[in-house]
């Protein structure tokens, strides 16, 4: 048999939880031969919530649910996991200042990367989603020296599936036929969707996507504004934020790290900065990556970035550099 997946996720009672822990025990993300055992991980008053879950999952009647462990523990939620979703994260709650804000989820992000470093696997694979998601990755993989920097990740697909369906219905094609769009930065209103090097398929052929829009005033102006605003807009309509769409980014990320991205295709993900296109090191920044069948991704090289998006990642790694400045002065960083 082959033996199951240890799988923790964090804000197991939440909304993005319900929406996900379907998928990844029906085996959409690592596969219909691979069995899984989900370690649901929340806060004391939430457990009742989480063991109404773990009911449901067990209704649900998956061969591939091998077990399902509710817990408001970390050291028992770490425990020799292969995969963390780091999902839970303090909200920004009525009359709350940013560095609250920011203060709350370091000291979240110090215990439970200070967790995964003493009980999780070396191999752990770490995507953190909650919000902010690139400062409380970077907390965590420096709070976690012991596993390797790049095993940690944070969430920046929903940004890229959210452009990749714009530029679609722009052109009235599907979306698997739009590839190569990047998202640069963090996963805030700076973030910059990028399509110069983005392509899409027409009738055969293959275009770049600023061919086939022939619109840079839309790419330049309406396009980034959409995407960056997203989150807001459907906060806005549904009075709460996104889960359906953020649990299925959550699957397409962790599915492309596990098996790789396809030849002709990057994907978006927040990782440690290696200095790359001038981005400082350390930070934890979206990048175009392409990933093999290892888990191993590297960033990819050598894009040519025109005047306009150079402004536009800088002031994404700027905004980045003073998020890490701001959450370090609330914990101990080594
Ligand atoms: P939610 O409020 O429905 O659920 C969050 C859950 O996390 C709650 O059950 C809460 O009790 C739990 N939690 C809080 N502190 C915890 C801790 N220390 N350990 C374990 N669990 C803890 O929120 P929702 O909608 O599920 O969103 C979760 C996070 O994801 C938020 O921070 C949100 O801003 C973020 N997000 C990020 C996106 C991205 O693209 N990176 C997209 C959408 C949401």
Not at 43 to 51: L, R
Request: glycine content about 6%; proline content about 4%.
């Amino acid at each position: 048999m082959v033996e199951p997946l240890r799988v923790c996720v964090t804000g197991a009672a939440g909304q993005i939880a319900y929406s996900l822990l379907y998928s990844l025990a029906n085996g959409d993300v690592f596969g219909k031969a691979q069995p899984i055992t989900l370690l649901l991980l929340d806060i004391p008053p939430m457990m009742q919530c989480v063991e109404g879950v773990v009911l449901e999952l067990q209704d649900c009647s998956l061969p591939l649910l091998h077990d399902a462990i509710a817990t408001s523990d970390p050291n028992v939620a770490f425990e020799n996991i292969d995969v963390a979703l780091l999902v839970g994260a303090m909200p920004r709650k009525e009359g709350m200042e940013r560095s609250d804000l920011l203060k709350a989820n370091a000291k979240i992000f110090e215990a439970q990367g200070k967790a995964l470093d003493t009980y999780a696997k070396k191999t752990v694979k770490v995507l953190v989603v909650g919000n902010p998601a690139n400062t409380n990755c970077l907390i965590a993989q420096r709070c976690a020296p012991s596993i390797p920097k790049e095993n940690f990740s944070c969430l920046t697909r929903l940004d890229q599936n959210r452009a990749v369906s714009q530029v679609a219905m722009r052109l009235g094609v599907k979306t698997n036929v739009v590839k190569k769009v990047i998202i640069w930065g963090n996963h805030s209103s700076t973030q910059y969707p990028d399509v110069n090097h983005a392509t899409v398929e027409i009738n055969g052929h293959i275009n770049p996507v600023k061919e086939a829009v022939k619109d840079d005033h839309w790419l330049e102006g309406d396009f980034l504004k959409v995407v960056q605003t997203r989150g807001a807009a459907i906060i806005k309509a549904r009075k709460l934020s996104s889960a359906m769409s953020a649990a299925k980014a959550i699957c397409d990320h962790m599915k492309t790290w596990w098996f790789g991205t396809a030849d002709d295709d990057y994907c978006s993900m927040g990782v440690v900065s290696d200095g790359s296109y001038g981005i400082p090191e350390g930070i934890v920044y979206s990048f175009p990556l392409t990933i093999d069948s290892t888990h191993t991704y590297k960033i990819v090289q050598g894009l040519e970035i025109n005047e306009f998006s150079r402004e536009k990642m800088d002031i994404s790694a700027v905004e980045l550099c003073q998020e890490r400045d701001d959450a370090f002065s609330f914990i101990q960083i080594q």
